[in-house]
């Protein structure tokens, strides 16, 4: 067997490191050291070595090979770009900006097209440089020519790096949606080459999905790379994964995790020698400390050190953000007279530049609003904290996906839990009802976003919806289904990431004044109530035509306990074979719990209300409460609404013509589904076949003013856009109505359990019924809970009379749950939400 020669084990050490072998890669270039290759192959061998050596070991003795290969008699200048695109690479990923800049600013003077993949890698790695240091301009310089080159030169994987790093820009200058399709467009390339080039795109879409604030999903493919990287033996990459890991348990205010990962990550670096990383990862232990309260003296002081010595290293905005970390711990402490002394160290952190990512702007906020407190400024502290939650809708109206608008509401959660408290002490409704309006709901106030028709998406609509149908059937003949199961999930993921693509309105509606909604209240002689959660208590804003009050309903925890009891006892009494002794017993127990949470969420306000129907806002943990089932407020029109101000914009849209046009829908396994359409349609005298597929659905949905679905439907909590509803051809979802160009002014889901959300930081719900009303249904009749077949037959046809008559929606609902109670003992968790009257 022949012996292979120096240059071919160093080409096959090329390789093995693109593929991620590094101790194959590193063992081929130790022994073609041992070949005596000529002097311009060994430098290339030390040039390869080095790198190893440095991710290995540590930068110097990477770094000392690369000395070694510098020396060499008679160096082409080829090869001296090449040491010096390799010098840079290895100062890059130890911190030191200012060494690695100076590196490959000389190898790129040194090297041209005529060796095309010599010239792109040093490149990339500056163009990665330059936007580590914000110079977002010449990144995007650097990545362009990079691809003009490779893709001239068939070099696609070096054009699919660049790419995905335009991408990372993306992030940097705001616009979240275009970085997740130019990263999603090329991670099949990068993943193709090596579990390596893998875990740097999920690591870096992390960072994507932490600013758009799907946290979870963060950590998840986090937690991915870390895995990757080390089965590729990676540790400087495995660190960084482990760092922005920390990042997210900061975030989640998982601060003992954040202080664990923070450390872990430190301790690598400091043994790489990468000196700015372990700087990084110092901050986030430190700020974790700062949230916890922890040593709040010596943390101040060593947040500033690690600040000056980031500066000092070249990254500005990690500096500026360690700078916040030691603000905020000095104002927690702030000793007596020092209040000059922290606002004029502050001085350079807090001024608010244009460019400023979103988590950085929202900290200088926070430490501004903090400081004019300490400086016994209360106004300019609320207007800082305005003024935050502004710039945080500003930034939410770059989001297209309602799923992405939703989430990002939890980067101003503490802000807006902050800025409720301070309203709440002042005791003054027009106070509390103006920051509830700013602060929750935000995705509310901004207009739907029509995205654009995407075959792809469809494709696996469709494909999704079939095999749904078939892990049913396999369900329920007890066969295992696990590769049904996960080809699902995947579905489901590919689906959601790629409605995240869609850019948003860029535009904003401003919260309504407390006068013009009680001027509208006035008309109906009618009340807007909301419930509202701070520091475990439950509170209740009144406003009505005349009056307005403020009350402390008291803690929060056992309103919440008997809201879960009440949807558990529901749930029960729609079970068909639940056997009677059994359903009198949960009978009587949902009728005590329903009077129990009258008493505690109603009770109290009743001197406060006027004659007319009811504008509710609950807390985003309170959205569930079968409203019209209480006591107090049976047979009462009433309307649940994110916010006052999403009331009065969807008032227009919710108006129904005289004689509205109607769709009919029947899904299977609803006994009497067909008859409660039939009836329906008799009630308005018209002949309106009833459809059964999704498609039929919703091209019905596009044209109607009025949609009545008597179908099944199924809540799913843990990814609520594909809550559905069940029809003959399988799951229609509400990602796929939410998405329709027009939806009817009004749509009634008589027997599911699609009114329920799931609540996200923010005061943001997500599930069907907020998707549909977001995507420009007026009202929408959906249940908190699961609605018996005979329940839901009654109901239907009432509704939709009282309607032909001229009620309200509200109203009509109201009448109709009062007219089935006639004939039925259980009552229908139905609820009216949105513009309802």
């Not at 990144?139 to 994987?157: E, K, N, P, Q, T």
Request: hydrophobic content about 45%; charged content about 25%; some cysteine.
């Amino acid at each position: 067997m022949p012996v292979a020669s120096a240059a071919e084990l160093h080409a096959q050490s090329v390789r093995e490191t693109e593929r991620g072998r590094h101790a194959a890669a590193r063992r081929l270039l130790h022994t073609a050291l041992r070949r005596d290759p000529e002097p311009g192959l060994r430098a290339r061998i030390l040039i390869s070595l080095a790198y190893h050596q440095a991710e290995r070991h540590s930068l110097d003795e990477g770094l000392a090979l690369l000395g070694e290969a510098d020396e060499v008699v008679d160096l082409p200048a080829r090869l001296r770009g090449m040491v010096a695109a390799q010098r840079g690479l290895l100062y890059m990923r130890a911190g030191r900006s200012p060494d690695a800049l100076a590196a490959l600013d000389a190898a790129v003077s040194l090297l041209d097209e005529s060796e095309p993949e010599d010239i792109c890698r040093p490149l990339l790695n500056r163009g990665i440089l330059h936007m580590q240091r914000g110079v977002l301009a010449a990144a995007r310089a650097d990545f362009r020519r990079c691809i003009d080159v490779a893709g001239r030169h068939g070099l696609d994987m070096l054009a699919a790096k660049a790419a995905h790093n335009l991408g990372y820009l993306y992030l940097l200058s705001g616009a979240l949606p275009r970085a997740l399709r130019e990263m999603d467009t090329v991670q099949s390339t990068l993943s193709s080459q090596s579990p390596m080039y893998a875990a740097v795109y999920y690591i870096d879409r992390a960072q994507v999905l932490l600013a758009a604030g799907l946290w979870r999903e963060a950590d998840d493919d986090l937690a991915h790379a870390v895995d990757l990287f080390r089965g590729a033996r990676a540790p400087q990459d495995q660190a960084e994964a482990e760092l922005a890991r920390a990042q997210v348990a900061l975030l989640e205010e998982r601060y003992p995790d954040a202080r664990r990962l923070a450390e872990r990550a430190r301790k690598r670096f400091a043994a790489r020698g990468a000196d700015a990383w372990t700087l990084l990862a110092q901050h986030i232990a430190l700020a974790a400390a700062v949230e916890r309260g922890r040593g709040m003296r010596s943390v101040a002081g060593d947040a500033a050190r690690v600040a000056a010595e980031l500066a000092s290293a070249g990254l500005d905005d990690e500096a500026r953000r360690a700078t916040l970390t030691g603000i905020a711990a000095l104002l927690a402490i702030r000793p007596q007279g020092s209040v000059e002394e922290i606002r004029v160290a502050a001085a350079g952190a807090i001024n608010l530049r244009r460019d400023d990512p979103i988590a950085t702007r929202l900290a200088a906020r926070s430490v501004r609003a903090r400081l004019a407190d300490a400086q016994g400024l209360p106004g300019r502290a609320d207007a800082e904290l305005r003024a935050a939650l502004a710039d945080l809708h500003r930034y939410q109206a770059s989001f297209g996906s309602l799923d992405l608008q939703t989430a990002v509401s939890g980067h101003g959660r503490r802000l807006a839990e902050q800025g409720l408290a301070r309203a709440l002490a002042t005791g003054r409704p027009a106070t509390v009802f103006g920051w509830a309006e700013r602060a929750r709901a935000l995705s509310t106030r901004l207009p739907p976003v029509v995205p654009p028709t995407d075959p792809e998406a469809a494709g696996m609509l469709e494909e999704l919806r079939h095999l749904r149908v078939e892990l049913r059937g396999a369900v329920l003949a007890g066969h295992p289904v696990p590769a049904l199961r996960t080809r699902c999930a995947q579905l489901e993921r590919l689906i959601r990431q790629r409605s995240w693509y869609t850019p948003g309105p860029g535009q904003t509606l401003a919260p309504a004044p407390l006068g013009e909604v009680q001027d509208q209240l006035a008309v109906a002689d009618a009340t807007y109530v909301a419930h509202l959660l701070s520091g475990g208590r439950l509170h209740a804003l009144v406003a009505g035509p005349r009056r307005r009050a403020l009350l402390d309903l008291g803690p929060a925890a056992p309103a919440i306990e008997l809201l879960h009891r009440v949807r558990a006892d529901l749930d029960a009494l729609a079970t068909l074979n639940l056997p009677e002794p059994m359903r009198l017993s949960v009978r009587a127990a949902s009728r005590r719990s329903l009077q129990r949470l009258d008493e505690l969420l109603w009770h109290p306000l009743r001197r406060h209300l006027a004659d007319g129907p009811l504008l509710l806002a609950p807390a985003a943990g309170l959205v569930a409460v079968p409203w019209t089932l209480l006591p107090a407020l049976r047979g009462r029109p009433l309307a649940v609404v994110a916010s006052a101000t999403a009331w009065l914009a969807a008032r227009d849209r919710a108006a129904l013509p005289t004689r509205p046009t109607l769709a009919l829908a029947a899904g299977p396994r609803v006994a009497r589904a067909a008859e409660e359409v039939r009836l329906v349609a008799e009630v308005w005298s018209v002949h309106s076949p009833a459809e059964s597929t999704t498609a039929g659905v919703r091209d019905a949905a596009r044209t109607a003013d009025v949609l009545h679905v008597a179908a099944h439907g199924v809540h799913e909590p843990d990814n609520p856009l594909f809550s559905h509803l069940e029809l003959a051809d399988g799951p229609l979802f509400g990602h796929e109505l939410h998405q329709l160009p027009r939806l009817p002014a009004h749509i009634v889901l008589s027997a599911c359990e699609l009114g329920l959300a799931r609540p996200r930081p923010g005061e943001e719900t997500l599930g069907m019924t907020a998707a549909l009303l977001h995507g420009g249904a007026g009202s929408v009749v959906a249940g908190v809970a699961r609605i018996a077949d005979a329940v839901a037959y009654q109901v239907g046809p009432a509704h939709h009379a009282a309607l032909r008559d001229g009620e309200s929606p509200a109203a009509a609902l109201a009448a109709a749950i009062e007219s089935a109670a006639k004939a039925e003992e259980d009552l229908a968790p139905l609820v009216c939400f949105g513009a309802g009257w």
